[in-house]
T-cell receptor, first 115, second 110 residues
Framework: AQKVTQAQTEISVVEKEDVTLDCVYETRDTTYYLFWYKQPPSGELVFLIR????DEQNEISGRYSWNFQKSTSSFNFTITASQVVDSAVYFC????????????WGLGTSLAVNP | EADIYQTPRYLVIGTGKKITLECSQT?????MYWYQQDPGMELHLIHYSYGVNSTEKGDLSSESTVSRIRTEHFPLTLESARPSHTSQYLC?????????FGQGTRLTVV
């Protein structure tokens, strides 16, 4: 069975603080993909990153960084120097290989960045 | 239970044809979205609407167009389909941060 756990339901920080959103996954597949999406208050889903299971390199994109650790089945997301515009719900998702596999979503972490 | 419907579920069509993918919701939601998803890959927002007569392009450039003449209806049109348009198209509607997805249309252009 596949599962994605985002243990943090809500996080509240003050602007300029660094914040890490946790994502732990379960899968028996040897090939799989992990994703992060942002859902701002306006409602649309914004794709942030895809990582495949064979690529454990950490990724940095501006103030965003991702730490993929297969040994702990985690794919954590860090926002450095958070800004009010980062306030959103962030979803982690998992998909196994193969064309007919469904996307398995975490329940999301609601991040509030306060001025 | 969410009431958002997409038709057709599957479509195979020849290059150059005009197609319209239908999306309807009965929840009275103002916001509606179209996403494109290649198999196993991420969702990309291609169009969204915040209400009647409001349409915007998403973060992924798309040759498709949309219209929102009625609250419940948000069709997506490709004037001239090409093999590069082969993908899954997902429609969603929502209020606030809650979103409901349709079952998707899997489009294959041959």
């Amino acid at each position: 069975a596949q599962k994605v756990t985002q243990a943090q339901t809500e996080i509240s920080v003050v602007e300029k603080e660094d914040v890490t959103l946790d994502c732990v996954y379960e899968t028996r597949d040897t090939t799989y993909y992990l994703f992060w999406y942002k859902q701002p208050p306006s409602g649309e889903l914004v794709f942030l990153i895809r990582r495949n299971s064979f690529d454990e390199q950490n990724e940095i994109s501006g103030r965003y960084s991702w730490n993929f650790q297969k040994s702990t089945s985690s794919f954590n997301f860090t926002i450095t120097a958070s800004q009010v515009v980062d306030s959103a719900v962030y979803f982690c998702a998992l998909r196994g290989a193969g064309n007919n596999r469904k996307l398995i979503w975490g329940l999301g972490t609601s991040l509030a960045v306060n001025p | 239970e969410a009431d958002i419907y997409q038709t057709p579920r599957y479509l195979v069509i020849g290059t150059g044809k005009k197609i319209t993918l239908e999306c309807s919701q009965t929840m009275g939601h103002d916001k509606m979205y179209w996403y494109q998803q290649d198999p196993g890959m991420e969702l990309h927002l291609i169009h969204y609407s915040y209400g009647v007569n409001s349409t915007e392009k998403g973060d992924l450039s798309s040759e498709s167009t949309v219209s929102r003449i009625r609250t419940e209806h948000f069709p997506l049109t490709l004037e001239s389909a090409r093999p590069s348009h082969t993908s899954q198209y997902l429609c969603a509607s929502g209020q606030g941060t809650e979103a409901f997805f349709g079952q998707g249309t899997r489009l294959t252009v041959v």
